[in-house]
């Protein structure tokens, strides 16, 4: 079965420090690959998806992701961290054999913004 | 537009009773999506609905968990005999068309606590 790994439930960087979220999933094949962001009080926003190509993807609020299907992996970075980025962070995945392209969510990684 | 939009926002109710849950999707979304998402954890699918297509209700929990769809528009999740553990927020999804490339608009969910 699919799945989808956030190892880090809470991250605490420095503002104007850079980020990386990891992201790990579990599935046969290519899948489809997304990170959103849950700010409080607000229902999730998509930052940027994969699903074939160029392994750097751009998003979003100057975030990007690289997949690397050696590591089954799709981390989330960010150059320099702006304090309106503290919120929970989730990558989700889909399968191209997963009818109606249902999302499989990891458990999210909570961002706090030093000043 | 009009982005996809859930009512009530918060619902407190006692254990045994039934709520309901209500979803308008996107405007011209054929796919429309719920998830749970308990305290703390990622979100959990529950029930998928495309077009005139029978729902994927592989993700309900129990038989307590039911939900409509009124043709390609409003959304009901109703929830019988509520248990504490249905304590959580009810995420709606609209997308275009439910592939999986596509990406799905979230509401910004009912938050339902059972005493």
């Known amino acids: 079965a699919q799945s989808v790994t956030q190892p880090d439930i809470h991250i605490t960087v420095s503002e104007g420090a850079s980020l990386e979220l990891r992201c790990n999933y579990s599935?046969?094949?290519?899948?489809?690959l997304f990170w959103y962001v849950q700010s409080p009080g607000q229902g999730l926003q998509l930052l940027l998806k994969y699903f074939s190509g160029d392994t750097l993807v751009q998003g979003i609020k100057g975030f990007e992701a690289e997949f690397k299907r050696s590591q089954s992996s799709f981390n989330l970075r960010k150059p320099s961290v702006h304090w309106s980025d503290a919120a929970e962070y989730f990558c989700?995945?889909?399968?191209?054999?997963?009818?109606?392209?249902?999302?499989?969510f990891g458990q999210g990684t909570e961002l706090s913004v030093k000043p | 537009g009009a982005g996809v939009s859930q009512s009530p926002s918060n619902k407190v109710t006692e254990k045994g009773k039934d709520v309901e849950l209500r979803c308008d999707p996107i405007s011209g979304h054929t796919a429309l999506y719920w998830y749970r998402q308990r305290l703390g954890q990622g979100l959990e699918f529950l029930i998928y609905f495309q077009g005139n297509s029978a729902p994927d209700k592989s993700g309900l929990p129990s038989d307590r968990f039911s939900a409509e769809r009124t043709g390609e528009s409003v959304s009901t999740l109703t929830i019988q005999r509520t248990q504490q553990e249905d304590s959580a927020v009810y995420l709606c999804a609209s997308s275009t068309s439910g592939r999986s490339t596509d990406t799905q608009y979230f509401g910004p969910g009912t938050r339902l606590t059972v005493l």
């Open positions: 599935y046969g094949a290519t899948p489809y």
């Open positions: 989700a995945v889909a399968t191209y054999y997963n009818q109606g392209g249902k999302l499989i």
